[in-house]
């Protein structure tokens, strides 16, 4: 009997700051092409919709093409800094998107 999976809603590198930028960038990247590869956990909001994205809420063109890829939805991935609070806005909407 297969057992049940967890996957995520949001994946978040923290440390995006200083010296580990670059780090956390490529991380980001890294874990935004091993979630295209999960199954799908939803469809895209563009084949929900039947519309790309409405323009609000945060992230970019490219945050958005690394969330829908085939059809499918996966997880976004963001890097952020607690010790600055980068990302600290974006990640709470995705976080109550997610909760919705």
Do not use: F
Not at 46 to 69: F, I, L, N, Y
Not at 81 to 92: H, P, Q, R
């Amino acid at each position: 009997m297969p057992r049940p999976r967890k996957v995520a809603d949001l994946v978040v590198v923290n440390k995006a700051d200083g010296a580990l930028t670059p780090a956390a960038v490529r991380t980001r990247q890294e874990y935004r092409l091993a979630t295209q590869l999960a199954r799908p956990k939803h469809k895209s909001p563009a084949a929900v919709t039947g519309h790309a994205g409405s323009g609000s809420g945060g992230g970019d063109e490219k945050d958005r093409e690394a969330s829908c890829h085939g059809g499918g939805w996966s997880a976004p991935v963001m890097c952020v800094s607690a010790a600055t609070n980068d990302g600290i806005d974006k990640l709470w909407e995705q976080v109550r998107r997610a909760d919705a």
